[in-house]
């Protein structure tokens, strides 16, 4: 409790330093961005520490942290007073019941979620093991980048820059890193939450119908901005309505035939349910909930079936992964903010472009600041540098989202630009220059984490045999779907209709069709060039064909009448899913010319005195919310068509990465959506909407339910507890206390049991936050893209246990400059362990009933040795 009382004061106190700034960059926000001032207050915090701790300007402890957190307070003091702090202060007097509405609410949320991990708070499983060792590393480095926990010698090849964050609050408020994992989740659960609230409130708040009568133009309250964070984090996808139907027996004959479940193709829900038959889920040959991550089932040409993942935030926070993709969440809706912001901006008709462009363009063509006319709005540089050092962290939090955000941005400022004026070529040039600004300057400011990273990701593959089917894709999406769709026809009017598919269905298709092709020529590419260049390069040409093959070999069928023809044709006679995503993708683009046509009706010019002429406009925010359906679509579409190529082979990732972005961005559009559908319209039709709306919101939420009913009837068995270690304390005693023995020792390289991913080995480096020879292989490769810098470690491991050859055992020490030797149960179960090489050459410096450590003293390394 003291630990949740300590976060939640220092992460508020954060949030109020850093809003002077956010109420400077967000004018057009009606909240000015408060509810969104503990993430950029942590982006900030986390910036600063990890760059001066980078180089060498502060240290990496408690001395370090409390002086960047104590600058960033007295900077925001200093700010907020020399600025506007009497406008500030009216602000916040006209909307105190709103701050209080938002700390009220970012405090029960935190302590709900905090309640829920409580109720199962282990560090076990997954991933979880990794992250905490992230953790424990980034607390028991002495400088960064920190070192990689898994792999001595080496620092973390991983966007860490969410764990950076987690461990500075841990170590600042004096939290134990098992209750600071728990407490992380939940906190990043609520600042996800008041992230999408705010970002629906700044859309509805500015929102009219251009089909409402002039004078009569009504802002809905804030209450629908709710179903933002409902979507968000509150609501699944539709597979936990399958697993009570399923639970309950429908749909099976008495022969446990069936099929419906036959076509719905879900794993484990094709076979005949458990008895006694109930509506809960209750599946005991599996984890239930973890099926809904896997609903999507892509096979090869050969009919073999492989899952993709298809996360969503709920599963993401329910399984309590610190991943990336939830590290990053509420960074993405700041971004998002940002883009909100940049439209409402570029709306007003006039060019707003990064000032840094500007002044470089006039100085390379001679020209003077003088240029610069009233038909631009220079992004003012705080603007700027403060949007890049956003950029730039999400490539750091989570690297997928940092392209994604950068041209969501890029494309708001684009899309108010087309809204004002219409398009030309210059639309491309204001993309293209907002991009690559935030990129590279983004890029610039985090420049010392790339220098160490490396990447598994090596290009483009064409995903020919793989594709999304439509009841997969419905069951996935379905939930936004309903209010997408009807929600735009509400907003167009069915009249409109005709006119939205004249405007954009050819497009659409040959966006489509582009797409389509492309994918089959890369895919001739691969079939038949690696061949061609064997007679030109051999070796080229024999190490390209190796990889064809591989390529294929997943794919299913290495014959090119199966690239050319049958991929097309399993697509073809599948049709659900792309034949959503066309309809979808047209109703969006349509719909945003049909807005862009309806914007002269928005326009009043009025004159002030001093014959100074302005105009203003009412900033309608709908072609901003088409915008975030555009994305959503881009982002669903793109991996029909193309994927990521990584060590899987398959579009897994991609799938998880994309679908998982496109889920916020819906979340939000499909609250602005629900306004509308559920308040406008007429007769039967309104009833219809809002019947739909109904039935598929409670599909979504039965997922949810499920979770919260056997998460909380767990306590009766295992009581509150947020310690994600206590599992591991109450059940490795010996261990426990030969971990915290390291914890306390001088810093050095550990020796310890190597095994397989998602296994109880590396506990002692996960534990303590001292490096291990190696941790997980599996993940160690997934990181740097190859085992190159694993090489004969593993090996090397088990002979240093199990050779009687001292000298040998000692070649291996120095080789690794390992200073503990830990053998406990563990190792001895692993290996065939010859203590006796240490024991007549090494002193035990700790010992207990089932674990020995032994220490190697300085002398026995390397004279150039170092940690």
Known sequence: MISFILWTITVLILGWAVFPILFRLFPNLTDRGYALAKPAGLLLFGYLYWILVT???????WVGLASVYLFIVAAGILLAWKDHFSVMKEWAGRNKWWILFIESG???????????????????????????????SILRSDAFPPADPWLSGYA???????????AGLIRLTGTLSGVGFNLAIALWFSMACLGAFSLAFNILSKISNPNDEPGKK???????????PLFLVFTANWEGLFEALHARGLFWDINGHSAFWKWLDIEELNVPPATPLTWLANRPAGIWWWRASRVLQDYDLAGKSGGVIDEFPFFSLYLADLHPHILSMPFVLLACTVALEFYFKARSGKQYRIGWYSYLRNWLTGGTNKTITDSEILMPHSVFWSGALLFGGLAFLNMWDFPIYVGLSSAAIVLGRYISRGWSQKRLIEFLETGLGFGVIGALLYFPFYVGFSSQAGGLLPSLAFFTRGNHLWIMFGVFFIPIFTGILTITGTVNLKKIFRYAIRKTLIIVAGLWISMIILGFIFATVPDLLVRINPALGASLSAAAGQFFSIQGSAFLQDVLLNTSLLRIISPGGWITLVLLLTLVWGGLIWLRDTNRENTLEVTQEGNQRLETRLYNPLPFVFLLLAGGVGLVIFPEFFYLRDQFGTRMNTIFKFYYQAWILWSVAAAVLTYFLWTKGKSWKKW???????????????YPFFGFYYRFDNLAVRGLELDGNAYFYSGYPDETNAIAFLQLAPRGIVAEAIGGSYTGYARVSTQSGLPTVLGWPGHESQWRGGAREIGSREPDVKLLYQTNNWLEALGII???QIRYIYIGMLEQNTYRVNEAKFQNNLQPVFENNSVVIYEVPSQLLSPDSGI
């Open 688 to 702: 219809t909407a809002r019947g739909l709306l109904f039935l598929s919101t409670l599909a979504g939420l039965i």
């Open 55 to 61: 180089f060498r300007i502060l240290p990496n402890g």
């Open 106 to 136: 970012f405090f029960l949320l935190f302590g709900f979620f905090a309640f829920m991990r409580a109720a199962y708070p282990d560090i076990i499983g997954t991933e979880k093991p990794m992250e905490l060792a992230f953790i424990n």
């Open 156 to 166: 973390i090849s991983y966007y860490y820059f969410g764990y950076v964050m987690v």
């Open 218 to 228: 009504k802002r809905p309250g804030f209450g629908w901005a709710l179903f933002a």
């Open 814 to 816: 120095q080789k690794y």
